[in-house]
């Protein structure tokens, strides 16, 4: 079964992904590279898909930015093609969302709005409607 998309596509959704948790987190260019050893210029480069970054310090940045190494390639599904759009929002309202939850300090409060956005998108019982 042929991929789909190159290697360097892959790299651009991988930086794409970086960019947007870092973003989300309040973090600079400069400070995710400090903290790595590296110069900002190189987090650009990474983010931009120009350089490949390979595991080891792909599982450096993941652990700094607090998710798994598998959260790059969300958006990638088992035939390496991009996910679907999402349904009812643009990327750049789901990016806003994902920007508020992340300031929200209290877990348990963290834990209901998660419970609540759930609830909204579980599938209704057959003959239910939503109204």
């Known amino acids: 079964m042929p991929v789909s998309l190159s290697a360097s ?9 970086m960019r947007q948790r870092r973003e989300s987190l309040g973090i600079s260019q400069g400070r995710l590279g400090r903290h790595l050893g590296l110069t900002f210029s190189q987090i650009q480069k990474y983010e931009k898909g120009a350089n490949r970054i390979g595991a080891g310090r792909l599982y450096q940045i993941a652990t700094y930015l607090g998710v798994k190494p598998s959260y790059f ?3 990638l599904d088992s035939n390496g093609a991009e996910a679907l759009q999402p ?16 300031t929200i300090p209290d877990r348990e409060t963290r834990a209901s709005v998660l419970a609540l956005v759930r609830s909204l998108t579980a599938p209704l019982p057959e003959g239910r409607i939503l109204r």
């Open 87 to 102: 349904a009812g929002g643009s990327r750049e309202e789901i990016r806003t969302l994902t920007e508020a939850f992340a």
């Open 9 to 17: 596509e892959i790299d651009r959704v991988v930086g794409q992904r």
């Open 73 to 75: 390639f969300d958006e």
